[in-house]
């Protein structure tokens, strides 16, 4: 929790960041909170935000886990929008790398559910965001279009936030 000083020599305001509270809550990922999107890295540009204030941070679950599950297929990132919690992985979009994006989701889910209940306990819905890192080969209302859609996964270029 940050404190945010007032003119006038009044008494620090606390603000409040449920996002850097639930993964420093999360064992695994704990030493892994960015502030802003820099966890994303170079992926950063890939996220707006309506209010840039409003962002929490983000963290690398990927980086953070992969000596942990180095054979896993691992989700990429989490990012803290308005005390709520995004996932997202940025990978290539062909038909080909549907039942992959399955199983980081399948991964995750698992990983949220047994290892990181307070970030699932924030989570902004079920849904979870696939960028492509290119171009997306997938159409809509197709095969591969509808399965990932049962599983929520859901591909959006660039992830706006807050989702609407």
């Not at 020599?9 to 999360?26: C, D, G, H, M, Y």
């Not at 980081?104 to 960028?131: F, V």
Request: proline content about 5%; hydrophobic content about 35%.
């Amino acid at each position: 929790m940050g404190t945010k000083n007032k003119r006038n020599n009044q008494k620090p305001i606390q603000i409040s960041n449920a996002f850097r509270q639930a993964v420093e809550a999360t064992a695994e990922i704990a030493d892994g909170y960015c502030q802003g999107l820099q966890a994303l890295r170079a992926n950063a540009t890939t996220v707006t935000a309506e209010n840039t204030l409003h962002l929490e941070g983000s963290v690398d679950i990927d980086a953070c886990v992969h000596n942990l599950y180095p054979n896993d297929s691992r989700w990429d990132y989490a990012i803290g929008y308005e005390g709520k919690s995004y996932f997202l992985e940025v990978h290539p979009a062909n038909t080909s790398n549907v039942s992959e994006m399955l199983n980081k989701a399948k991964w995750l889910k698992g990983w949220l559910q047994d290892k990181a209940l307070p970030l699932k306990n924030i989570a902004a819905g079920k849904t979870l965001y696939w960028i492509p890192s290119g171009k997306c080969k997938i159409l809509p209302g197709s095969p591969e279009s509808k399965r990932l859609a049962q599983s929520h996964i859901r591909i959006v270029k660039p992830l706006r936030l807050p989702i609407k």
